[in-house]
């Protein structure tokens, strides 16, 4: 049980710290490298809801888009580092690696390989290769400084287990 709450508490202290740089990194991204590609999105967007009688402009889109973005990747990182918290303390035991921030990067590259990598690949068919490495290379950095807070802060905070051999004195 102590676990959970030390994965818990060391899950809400990294997610909000991952929040923090996801949402800078978001809005690096939409701002410089990706605005040509989003403006372009939009741009069909704002068409196909031209013709349903709405009236949009792409670039009111875009700076919606862009409080959006930063405001979503703030709060999903709360609710990420919660959850994997919870998921780190519970199988803490079961993660291969000799140390708790090991254990912490090896999470965080599960967390890559399944919503980066995997999940990514339904943006690969929507919006293509180049939007698809950019979010795999951004969530890589992500995924991997995330789990080593999350197992930094675990290990700063896990109680020391007692060995069965330990003797009383």
Known sequence: MTDLVTGLKAG????????????VMTEIFALTIL??????????????????????SASSLYTLTIDLAGIAAFIGGIVAGLILGIIFGALYSRIPGKTPVNRGLLLGLIMWLG?????????????????YLISVADGLVLSLIF??????????WREPVSSPNATQQ
């Open 115 to 131: 919503l980066s990598v995997l999940v990514g690949l339904v943006s690969l068919f929507e919006y293509g290769v180049y939007y």
């Open 12 to 23: 809400a202290i990294s997610g909000v710290i991952y929040g923090v740089i996801s949402t």
């Open 35 to 56: 605005k040509g590609f989003i403006m372009t999105v939009l741009d069909r967007a704002v068409s196909q809801a031209a013709n349903s009688g709405v009236t949009l």
């Open 147 to 156: 789990g080593y807070l999350l197992g930094y802060f675990f290990g700063m």
